[in-house]
């Protein structure tokens, strides 16, 4: 079966004319998401060095570098919009493939609509597409991906991106199906022990992917062929979805009910920057501290009991002067952070925040328990329980079976604006107003570029 080409021949006969009123509403949240992942990681030390970089490197360009008030060429700009859209842990997610669509397909497009003086109907369609490519291309293999050691959002996130870009460029389907080619070809290698090892330059994989699925776009509109079958591959078993798993795919996800209901009605949005494996023990400590006024001084020790992922892949220590990677995917250091702040967002990432030996010394009093009831409900739930008992003996307990940003407990477009408008810090309020309410009209948009210029 022809995998590769059915799924992109469906991305580019999709047009905005095309999309429900739902699908619409949701790509626009997905985006004003971003802008707030944006602007949340623009408070993050290695993030300002990242800029820094890419600045000596580029010289000025047509496509802004989003928070930072100068401009670059589009690939070295759409790398650095990719690295502020991860790089805070707060990006949306799809649950059935472990990707993060939008750190990817985002960036791409509104690099390259702002380059070429695109509106927002165009930005809209790209991104469902995009999202669409990433979304099943990171189902078919997951979660054997994973295990087998790659990082679905730098990989998957360029097939994404390639859509995206293609259709914002126009391309005939020949052309697309050769960028999706491409894109298997210049897709990062994402390795996720860069992850497991706390190495910060694991927040570079979207910007990356929106890169090489710009490069994949451009290589396949002036002539470049790339396999037509990437992800099913031929008789020489060499497609993506063979040689970056340790099992069989699932290659039926790839088409599966295609047009029927688009995969970005599935995207998650989180309320706090770490990895989702640790938000229903964040949520669940953040609603004992706000229900019972309890601090750090107060608590004898806390017990996190949870499905068997979440044991492996947060379930460990953070040291004084960790890295900010390390805290958002250690459930200790989440819960620890989540009582003694009674939130979770940029500031709790922080070198300072970090370097605060009482909040680290607390992180040895939370452990973190693999619960055979709750591992039966995964992964329809990703349901985590916290017990804490106080220093009088009172145990306080709260579970969460589905925590917040779940399409069957959404985050709606005032949350994310309210998202927008807490990871902003002392951002300029009018232009803040201006962005989100551009972004929540982008349909009426006709040069997007009228609202990059002022994130």
Do not use: W
Not at 132 to 143: F, G, L, M, T
Not at 185 to 192: F, G, Q, R
């Amino acid at each position: 079966m022809e995998y590769s080409k059915i799924l992109s021949d469906f991305c580019h006969d999709l047009t905005y004319d095309k999309l429900p009123a739902d699908v619409v509403e949701k790509a626009k949240i997905c985006i004003l998401d971003y802008v707030a992942n944006v602007y949340g990681s623009l408070q993050l030390d290695a993030v300002s060095r990242i800029a820094s970089a890419v600045k000596s490197l580029a010289g000025p360009g047509p496509v802004t570098c989003l928070g930072f008030g100068f401009s670059a060429p589009i690939l070295e700009a759409v790398f650095l919009n990719g690295v502020t859209a991860e790089a805070i842990e707060a990006q949306d997610g799809l649950r059935f493939g472990g990707n993060h669509p939008g750190t990817a397909v985002i960036p791409a497009a509104l690099g390259l609509a702002e380059k070429n003086g695109k509106g927002g109907k165009d930005i809209i369609a790209a991104v469902v597409a995009g999202y669409e490519a990433a979304d099943r291309a990171a189902a078919s293999v997951h979660p054997r991906h994973t295990l087998s050691g790659f990082l679905p959002t730098g990989t998957t996130g360029t097939f994404g991106a390639a859509i995206a870009a293609a259709k914002l460029m126009g391309l005939e389907k020949t052309a697309t199906l050769s960028a999706l080619g491409c894109a298997g070809y210049v897709l990062p290698l994402s390795m996720a022990e860069q992850l497991m090892g706390g190495f910060t330059v694991k927040v570079v994989q979207g910007g990356k992917a929106a890169q090489g699925g710009i490069l994949a776009a451009v290589l396949a509109a002036s002539g470049v062929t790339g396999m037509p079958n990437v992800f099913e591959g031929s008789k020489l078993n060499g497609g993506f979805c063979k040689i970056t798993t340790d099992q069989p795919a699932a290659l039926e996800r790839i088409t599966d009910a295609l047009g029927e209901r688009l995969s970005i009605l599935d995207i998650y949005f989180k309320p706090y920057t770490a990895c989702r494996h640790t938000h229903g023990s964040a949520q669940a400590a953040i609603g004992l501290v706000t229900e019972n006024k309890f601090g750090p001084k107060d608590v004898q020790k806390v017990e996190v009991f949870t499905y068997g992922i979440a044991v492996i892949a947060v379930g460990k220590e953070v040291k004084l002067n960790d890295s900010f990677v390390n805290a958002q995917f250690s459930i200790p250091y989440v819960v620890s952070a989540a009582v003694a702040d009674g939130m979770l967002g940029p500031a709790q990432l922080t070198e300072k925040r970090l370097s605060d030996p009482e909040l680290i010394e607390f992180t040895k009093k939370v452990t973190v328990n693999y619960d055979d009831e709750l591992n039966k409900l995964y992964p329809d739930k990703t349901a985590s329980r916290v017990e804490i008992t106080l220093k009088g003996g009172e145990v306080l307990t709260k579970q969460v079976d589905i925590p917040a940003g779940d399409p069957r407990d959404p985050l709606t477009a005032e949350d994310v604006a309210k998202k927008v408008r807490a990871f902003a810090a002392n951002r300029d309020e009018k232009k803040l107003n201006a962005v989100i309410d551009g972004i929540l009209n982008l349909e009426t948009v006709t040069d997007i570029g009228e609202i990059t210029k002022i994130i």
